[in-house]
């Protein structure tokens, strides 16, 4: 079984507080210097060498504007200072899921690259503590952070990373998942995009690229069971809340109060099936599922909601493109000031 992948790299590099979340250490700040937009090359000027030289030294060296604007190169220039508008968001923060939320509260805007690298290792931790690795929530935690392709077949409703397709077909756009997926039976795909199974899971766990397997998100199929567990511990670890998720064919109840759209398509089509707007067909049809949210102790939900659930969506673009936003989970929910 492999050892782990880039989905848990730098995790090692976190240390934990008492409850287990993840803190930012000089060694994992250090390491963020090697990424590609800050690595030092030929035409790196003086400058930009004494300031990699003495964040290398000490990573909490304040980056000040005086010190960004003697960087001769404007994209360098850039790419340090939103590099340290990461960093010092990251250490205002007494943990790295604080931060991350704290990134959709309005305190610093910054591109979503940072936070679904938080994302990310947020994910892989809470993974990490199982003894037995469960391959379908392991592919789907990829959900979180990674645009996805979704092909409707008449074996399911499969979704691949984007990149992969890219990657193993790069003659075809992007929305050619469907053509790439020929249903029968189990449903064929090429054996660069091999879906995850039963049968396959071993060969899953061995793979270090993940992304590279195709999800079946089908209705009463492991992968869907797997993104429900994944949710319930994402609000635990962020939130505090412990919730129960189940997904559900539709929704029948009168009694509709609340709901919250696990990405922008979702979202919108919820808002108006809510508000009772006519929606056609094509449209409901890129919904690709429908959850029920319960909270395990009514109190910290809003009086009016206690006792009654909230339902989420998750749905596709026109073109077949999944792009998921976790954070909706964690804005929107009906808690009460004391959660």
Same mark, same amino acid.
């Given at each position: 079984?492999?050892?782990g992948g880039w989905?848990?790299?730098g995790?090692e590099?976190?240390?934990r507080?008492?409850?287990?979340?993840?803190?930012?250490?000089?060694?994992w700040?250090?390491?963020?210097?090697?990424?590609p937009e800050l690595?030092l090359?030929?035409?790196?000027?003086?400058?930009?060498?004494?300031?990699h030289r003495?964040?290398a030294a000490?990573?909490?060296?304040?980056i000040?504007p005086?010190t960004?604007l003697?960087?001769?190169?404007?994209?360098?220039?850039?790419?340090?200072?939103l590099?340290?508008?990461?960093?010092?968001?990251?250490l205002r923060?007494s943990?790295?899921?604080?931060?991350?939320l704290?990134?959709?509260l309005?305190?610093?805007?910054?591109p979503?690259?940072?936070?679904?690298?938080?994302?990310?290792?947020?994910?892989?931790?809470?993974?990490?503590?199982?003894?037995?690795?469960?391959?379908?929530?392991?592919?789907?935690?990829?959900?979180?952070? +990674?645009?996805h392709? #979704?092909?409707? *077949?008449?074996a !399911?409703?499969l979704v /691949?990373?984007?990149?992969?397709v890219? $990657?193993?077909?790069?003659d075809?756009?992007f929305?050619?998942?469907?053509?790439?997926?020929q249903?029968?039976?189990?449903?064929?795909?090429?054996p660069?995009?091999?879906?995850?199974?039963?049968?396959?899971?071993?060969?899953?766990?061995?793979?270090p690229a993940?992304?590279?397997?195709v999800?079946?998100?089908?209705f009463g199929r492991?992968g869907?069971?797997a993104?429900?567990?994944l949710l319930?511990?994402?609000v635990?670890?962020l939130?505090?809340?412990?919730?129960?998720?189940?997904?559900?064919?539709?929704v029948?109840?009168?009694?509709?109060?609340w709901?919250?759209?696990?990405?922008?398509?979702?979202?919108?089509l919820?808002?108006?099936?809510? +508000?009772g707007?006519? #929606?056609?067909? *094509?449209?409901? !049809?890129?919904?690709? /599922?429908?959850f029920?949210?319960?909270? $395990?102790e009514?109190?910290?939900?809003?009086?009016?909601m206690r006792?009654?659930?909230v339902?989420l969506g998750?749905?596709?673009?026109?073109?077949g493109?999944?792009r998921m936003?976790?954070?909706?989970?964690?804005?929107?929910l009906?808690?009460g000031?004391?959660?």
């Amino acid at each position: 079984m492999s050892a782990g992948g880039w989905l848990e790299a730098g995790l090692e590099l976190l240390a934990r507080d008492a409850r287990g979340r993840l803190v930012v250490t000089d060694n994992w700040l250090r390491a963020q210097l090697a990424r590609p937009e800050l690595t030092l090359v030929a035409e790196s000027c003086p400058q930009e060498h004494a300031l990699h030289r003495a964040l290398a030294a000490d990573p909490r060296t304040p980056i000040t504007p005086v010190t960004l604007l003697r960087i001769r190169d404007a994209d360098a220039r850039e790419n340090w200072e939103l590099f340290a508008r990461f960093r010092d968001h990251l250490l205002r923060h007494s943990t790295l899921e604080e931060a991350y939320l704290a990134l959709f509260l309005g305190e610093v805007r910054l591109p979503m690259v940072f936070a679904d690298e938080l994302a990310r290792l947020i994910l892989a931790a809470i993974l990490a503590p199982s003894p037995t690795p469960d391959p379908f929530r392991r592919r789907a935690a990829l959900l979180f952070f +990674r645009p996805h392709q #979704v092909a409707f *077949t008449e074996a !399911g409703v499969l979704v /691949a990373d984007v990149e992969a397709v890219a $990657r193993h077909r790069p003659d075809r756009a992007f929305g050619s998942l469907g053509a790439l997926v020929q249903a029968a039976g189990g449903g064929l795909v090429p054996p660069e995009l091999p879906v995850l199974g039963a049968t396959t899971a071993t060969a899953f766990l061995d793979d270090p690229a993940p992304e590279r397997w195709v999800l079946d998100l089908s209705f009463g199929r492991e992968g869907l069971d797997a993104l429900c567990r994944l949710l319930e511990a994402w609000v635990l670890r962020l939130l505090d809340v412990e919730v129960r998720i189940q997904p559900l064919a539709q929704v029948r109840d009168q009694r509709w109060r609340w709901h919250v759209g696990l990405d922008a398509e979702a979202t919108a089509l919820l808002n108006d099936l809510y +508000r009772g707007a006519e #929606v056609d067909e *094509t449209r409901l !049809g890129r919904l690709l /599922a429908l959850f029920r949210l319960d909270f $395990r102790e009514p109190a910290v939900v809003l009086e009016e909601m206690r006792g009654r659930p909230v339902y989420l969506g998750l749905a596709c673009d026109e073109s077949g493109r999944l792009r998921m936003k976790p954070q909706n989970l964690l804005v929107n929910l009906p808690l009460g000031q004391a959660s």
